[in-house]
């Protein structure tokens, strides 16, 4: 990090905790590796500063942190450590979330009282998908490329339930959101009733339990959840149905492909580390 104008100021204790602010050039936050993540499970926020673009992160090992930034030849102007008193996280996300645009969408948190005409509202940190990683932004550049309306949707692993949210948007038939995490199901509710939408169906449950076919298959899941559950996701796909991928990366993509060798990818598209598609069974093409 040799020329980066470095401060580290170590306070921590029981009741407080290190926080990084690391200023890089606006825009260069696309470019991040994906093990940047992984260094701060607590929360990650960008937040835009003039002509330069602040990433503020709480890492459980900074070592290891400040390491791997230095490795990752990611061009930094300026890193700065400092010792804050522990909050809560909705505390956190509330201080630093800003709106998203994403496929013409924002993303607003409900604090905003003033609504973007369209937008989806997205309760930030209680589940996976307010809009800021690649994978999400890939399925829904996906989703505005194939035609959803009067179309039903099952989305798997919905998280937060945004990509749900979004079918409905699109003009969908009907919307079931389903997973196996009941905390990610609560936080699923809350952002319809949010959105005002009370027509989608949540569900906790093992895929296993869920039956019948869709005309549209969301699946924004890692390559270790498709392996484990691809049989199953397939048995969802139905004739003219579309399975939307992602959370997989580029260098997965061969594996990927021999998972879904029973179906054929009629559109792919990719941001940075990770890759997203459009799937169909081999005896139809609906678009």
């Known amino acids: ?12 204790s029981q009741d407080s905790y290190t926080k990084v602010e690391i200023l890089i050039g606006q825009g260069m936050e696309e470019l991040l590796p994906e ?4 260094y701060a499970p607590g929360g990650l926020w960008i937040e835009d500063r003039k002509d330069k673009t602040a ?9 290891a942190f400040l390491g791997f930034i230095d490795k990752a030849g990611i061009k930094v102007f ?11 996280y909705g505390a956190l996300t509330k201080r630093y979330f800003r709106p998203i645009k994403i496929e013409g969408i924002t993303i607003i948190p ?6 973007p005409q369209k937008s989806i509202v997205i309760e930030p940190g209680m589940a996976f998908g307010t809009g800021r990683h690649e994978s999400t932004r890939l399925m829904m550049r996906l989703m505005g490329k194939i035609d959803i309306k009067d179309r039903h949707v099952i989305d798997i692993g919905c998280g937060s339930g945004i990509l749900a949210i979004y079918a409905s948007m699109l003009g969908a038939k009907s919307v079931v959101a389903v997973d196996n995490d009941f905390d990610a199901v609560l ?27 869709f005309d549209i298959v969301l699946a924004n ?43 054929v990818p009629i559109i792919e598209d990719y941001k940075n580390s990770w890759m997203g598609m459009v799937l169909t069974q081999k005896t139809s093409n609906p678009l």
């Open 221 to 263: 899941l890692d390559i270790r959840t498709f392996e484990k559950n691809m049989k199953k996701i397939a048995e969802f796909i139905g004739k003219d149905s579309y399975l939307v991928i992602s959370g997989v990366l580029r260098k997965e993509r061969k594996l990927a492909m021999e998972l879904f060798k029973d179906l």
């Open 187 to 213: 936080s699923a509710k809350r952002n319809m009733g949010l959105n005002r939408l009370e027509d989608i169906i949540t569900i906790c449950a093992d895929l296993n339990d869920i039956k019948g076919t």
């Open 55 to 63: 990433i503020i992160c709480y890492p459980e090992d900074m070592d």
């Open 35 to 38: 093990e940047f993540y992984s």
């Open 78 to 88: 300026k890193i700065q450590t400092i010792s804050e008193k522990k909050l809560d």
């Open 1 to 12: 990090m040799q020329g980066v104008f470095f401060i580290r100021v170590n306070k921590d």
């Open 110 to 115: 409900p604090w905003i009282k003033k609504r």
